[in-house]
């Protein structure tokens, strides 16, 4: 059966960096755009990067341009996030994607457990 599985979340001080990692099974992966998205606290879903199949097309949400970076390894399954510069409006819990990306549920079939990332002095 699909899964991903996220980890890297974790409290980091204002300006700090993390690196998602995002586990997939199940699945072709090298077939797939793979997507992060966000829930930060009393707010709704957030869609945050993508990536294509190759790896060679990222977008960003205007929020993190110029901080976050997405990639892959194919070979190993695993997507990830860079995520430099954080700033407190960072803090979310952090899920990995498949489907057709977007800021709504509807839009993916499968997404992992979540990793929280806190940004707080």
């Known amino acids: 059966q699909v899964q991903l599985v996220e980890s890297g979340g974790d409290l980091v001080q204002p300006g700090g960096s993390l690196r998602l990692s995002c586990a997939a099974s199940g699945f072709t992966f090298s077939s797939y755009w793979m997507y992060w998205v966000r829930r930060a606290p009393g707010k709704g879903l957030e869609w945050v990067s993508a990536?294509?199949?190759?790896?060679?097309?990222?977008n960003y949400a205007d929020s993190v341009k110029g901080r976050f970076t997405i990639s892959r390894d194919n070979a190993k399954n695993t997507l990830y996030l860079q995520m430099n510069s954080l700033k407190p409006e960072d803090t979310a819990l952090y899920y990995c994607?498949?489907?057709?990306?977007?800021?709504?549920?509807?839009?993916?079939?499968?997404w992992g457990q979540g990793t929280q990332v806190t940004v707080s002095s």
């Open positions: 994607g498949r489907g057709r990306g977007g800021s709504s549920w509807s839009l993916y079939d499968y």
């Open positions: 990536i294509n199949t190759g790896g060679g097309t990222t």
